[in-house]
């Protein structure tokens, strides 16, 4: 019954918020989680560094990366014990002898079988457990990417990216939005350094949501006093991601990367590093240790937050919080396989999750 009673309530809220908001400060949240357990691991930090099929999400410039062979990648997650599950898979494409790169990508995240109580209470006021369906609230995203080198020297080396987002939202037979959005990215590496800048939703994201109920239905959100959307619109502000890192060389047979990324939102206060009444800031820490370019380890810090101190009775005392991540990689000629243990809160919370992603390089048959 407890359940039963969280789903409607959850429900009942979706659809209120849904019914009033044009502007959201968090729309489209799903495609902020990340993309590839090596990047997971590193505290998000990829958009200078990343240089496989993966980057069509974090920095489209990036697919330069992607020399000669077909690159593709495929990742599952599974948050709060498997209630909610994400998944990603991406290709790319490299054309015009490694000059262009064409990129696609899939991201999933889902909520299924939720439970419809709307008519599980029946107007004489008993309970009928009978009349509970289920449906599930779904995210998707597809990303059409393009990355070209503007500059390749010996030393310098110089690219831009761009995507076209197209975003499919479902929430049962209830509610469908889609919404259309634009990335555009640019790296630049040297021999040691790595320097990366991508806009995402460059020129706002427009999300247009529908509604459809049956008569039942409606007639179950007028008696409980609530609101019967028509239709709404979201709008997801643009965001900057600046990010700079550095190779080191410890010994014949280990490198270390060392990334750090900064995300510059632009729709008001937020509970950041930085925070300002316009634009707020918040920071991405990430490393990678490779040895031999085989076996990889990683780490990384993100998600930079003031909250109150467990144990404050008095609600009156602040500390830094934040979300850390370690992951491990193995490479097997054509074929890398890497994990992510990440946090979903903070520190010291206990709710981590474990992602798994596979790479794979698609080499041309030698004639």
Avoid at 92 to 118: W, Y
Avoid at 241 to 265: I, M, P, R, W
Avoid at 347 to 367: A, D, G, R
Wanted: a positive charge; aromatic letters at 12%; hydrophobic letters at 40%.
């Amino acid at each position: 019954m407890k359940k039963s009673f969280i789903a409607l309530l959850l429900i009942v809220l979706f659809f209120s918020e849904t019914g009033y908001s044009q502007f959201r400060k968090y729309s489209n949240e799903f495609l902020n989680i990340g993309a590839g357990a090596r990047g997971l691991a590193m505290g998000n930090a990829q958009v200078a560094s990343v240089n496989n099929t993966t980057a069509g999400y974090w920095n489209p410039a990036g697919l330069t990366g992607v020399k000669d062979n077909p690159n593709a990648s495929i990742m599952h997650a599974e948050y709060f014990s498997g209630i909610a599950k994400y998944d990603y898979a991406s290709l790319a494409l490299p054309v015009q002898d490694n000059k262009r790169t064409l990129g696609f990508s899939l991201l999933r995240f889902a909520v299924d079988d939720i439970p419809n109580t709307l008519f599980l209470v029946q107007p004489d006021g008993s309970i009928n457990y009978n009349n509970i369906q289920t449906f599930s609230s779904a995210d998707y995203a597809f990303l059409f990417s393009f990355a070209q080198n503007i500059k390749s020297t010996e030393k310098t080396n110089i690219s831009f990216g761009a995507n076209a987002k197209v975003i499919y939202r479902k929430v049962g037979h209830f509610a469908t939005a889609w919404g259309f959005g634009i990335d555009a990215g640019v790296q630049a590496h040297g021999e040691k350094w790595r320097l990366g800048l991508v806009a995402r939703d460059l020129t706002s994201t427009f999300n247009a949501w529908s509604f459809k109920f049956t008569d039942k239905e409606k007639e179950v959100l007028y008696l409980t006093n609530n609101d019967i959307p028509v239709k709404s619109t979201e709008i997801t502000a643009p965001r900057l991601v600046l990010g700079g890192g550095y190779d080191f060389k410890l010994g014949k047979s280990v490198k270390l990367l060392a990334e750090a990324n900064l995300d510059v939102t632009f729709d008001g206060k937020r509970n950041t590093v930085l925070s300002g009444n316009t634009v707020s800031a918040d920071p991405h820490v990430g490393l990678e240790a490779s040895i031999k370019d085989v076996f990889f380890v990683r780490g990384g810090i993100t998600n930079f937050q003031r909250a109150l101190a467990d144990g404050d009775t008095l609600n009156q005392k602040r500390v830094w919080i934040y979300q850390p991540s370690v992951g491990a990689g193995f490479r097997i000629k054509n074929v890398t396989l890497d994990y992510a243990f990440t946090n979903l809160a903070n520190q010291s919370n206990p709710l981590y999750t474990h992602i798994i992603s596979l790479t794979v390089n698609f080499k041309k048959k030698e004639e």
